[in-house]
């Protein structure tokens, strides 16, 4: 090769002939490597090589495609309220549906668990205490029936039936 006719490496060289490369890391006796050259952008590497590292993103995107909040989060804290409230099937529902965002987004929504739970146990309780209302208005209307209309006194209790 003559010296007026530049290797053809497909990539430009400029002031002459490029540096070294340097040798990979972790070779005993070895220097580190020279710093980045002025006026080179920081993070490339001159000549094409490739970082020692991969770049990591840390933006809107989380690790493994997991979203970066647990999306049922809300769901579960709400369905733990509702339930002392009196909405008691409104808090299932809602501590069902958190539970199932959280699932799909990755996470163990501990909130939305304990909400269904409680809003189950909640449902539950007041089915009893309308069955027990019925059940006490229905022996009601009986006896005011067997008595009549007006007051009545049996076994120490009055009772007073519409006419």
């Given at each position: 090769m003559s010296e007026n006719n530049p290797p053809q490496s497909g990539r430009p060289e400029p002031y002459g002939q490029p540096?070294?490369?340097?040798?990979?890391?972790?070779?005993?006796?070895?220097q580190p490597a020279a710093p980045q050259p002025y006026g080179q952008p920081y993070g490339q590497q001159p000549y094409g090589q490739q970082p020692a590292y991969p770049q990591q993103n840390f933006g809107a995107e989380s690790y493994?495609?997991?979203?970066?909040?647990?999306?049922?989060?809300?769901?579960?804290?709400?369905?733990?309220?509702?339930?002392f409230v009196g909405f008691g099937l409104v808090g299932l529902v809602l501590g069902i549906i958190g539970r199932i965002k959280s699932k799909r987004a990755g996470y163990k929504n501990v909130l939305a668990l304990v909400g269904i739970i409680l809003g189950a146990i909640s449902v539950v309780v007041g089915i009893l205490i309308i069955v027990a209302v019925v059940t006490a208005l229905t022996q009601f209307g009986q006896l005011c029936n067997d008595l009549g209309p007006g007051t009545h006194t049996q076994d120490g209790i009055t009772y007073t039936c519409p006419s």
């Open positions: 540096p070294a490369a340097p040798p990979p890391y972790g070779q005993p006796g070895q493994q495609g997991r979203e970066t909040q647990d999306p049922g989060k809300v769901y579960g804290i709400i369905s733990i309220i509702l339930p």
